[in-house]
């Protein structure tokens, strides 16, 4: 980390935090990125060439997930099943009711899909938790729509749901947002979050850009981390 946290004791308890958390999904609590395996098995060709181009920077990540939910072809059922075998991070669940203890609100905030999220979370016990994502929406017994409600002209990724006015929002309410996230999705919002806890590829653009941050593998870890980067702000303030 390039931040350092004070270390407190768990029988400190803040009763008035000011603090809400957002974390992005696949990948930082799923285990795996939930449509790159819905394109592998039921994506029809071209999908792969709408990546291509999303990597290049020829387009949007809105423009590029439109394009391939729509090169989709399942029906609801297959679709299910499919997201029965998403796992997530095994701790996750830990993470989250440690924060309700703290009085600290969780949401999910993702470029993914809606339907994916909640149904893997629902399968996990996790149905109360918010989240925002793009919506699918089923155009045919095997066909789908990708809507981007939450989506922005100001957003500078030109994603379908711009991390940044989702941040905005929540400090705006809350005062402070932990972030938490793992990919070049997270690049963004990460430089405008009061603290950030990173895996992966956020790791390294933390370090290069100063951002404060935790490294954490699991959310096993982040829980240890929530309490602690939590009162350390408090009393720094």
């Known amino acids: ?35 790159d395996t819905l394109l592998n098995r039921f994506g029809k060709p071209g999908w792969q060439e709408l990546e291509d181009a999303w990597e290049r920077g020829d387009i949007g990540s809105r423009e590029c997930m439109k394009g391939q939910v729509a090169l989709l072809d399942m029906s609801e059922s297959e679709l299910q099943q499919h997201l029965d075998t998403i796992e997530i991070d095994p701790h996750f669940a830990g993470f989250a009711a440690e924060a ?8 999910v905030v993702s470029d993914g899909i809606d339907y994916a999220i909640r149904h893997v979370l629902a399968r996990h016990g996790l149905v109360d938790l918010e989240v925002i994502a793009n919506r699918l929406v089923q155009t045919g017994e095997r066909s789908w729509r990708l809507e981007s409600p939450w989506a922005s ?34 690049f963004c919002v990460s430089g405008k979050a009061d603290f950030v806890l990173a895996k992966y590829k956020l790791i390294g653009h933390c370090e290069s850009q100063g951002i404060a941050h935790a490294r954490f593998e699991h959310f096993g870890q982040a829980t240890q981390l929530l309490e602690q980067v939590i009162l350390g702000m408090e009393l720094a303030a």
Request: proline fraction near 3%; charged fraction near 20%.
């Open 1 to 35: 980390m390039n931040k350092r946290i004070p270390i407190f004791s768990s029988s400190s308890s803040p009763t008035s935090t000011g603090w809400m958390v957002q974390s992005d999904f696949d990948g930082t609590i799923s285990l795996l990125d939930v449509t």
């Open 100 to 107: 309700k203890a703290l009085g600290i609100k969780v949401q």
């Open 153 to 186: 002209a100001r957003c500078a990724r030109a994603s379908g749901n711009c991390k940044c006015e989702r941040l905005a929002e929540q400090q705006a309410v809350h005062g402070r947002v932990l972030y938490i996230g793992d990919s070049t999705s997270d």
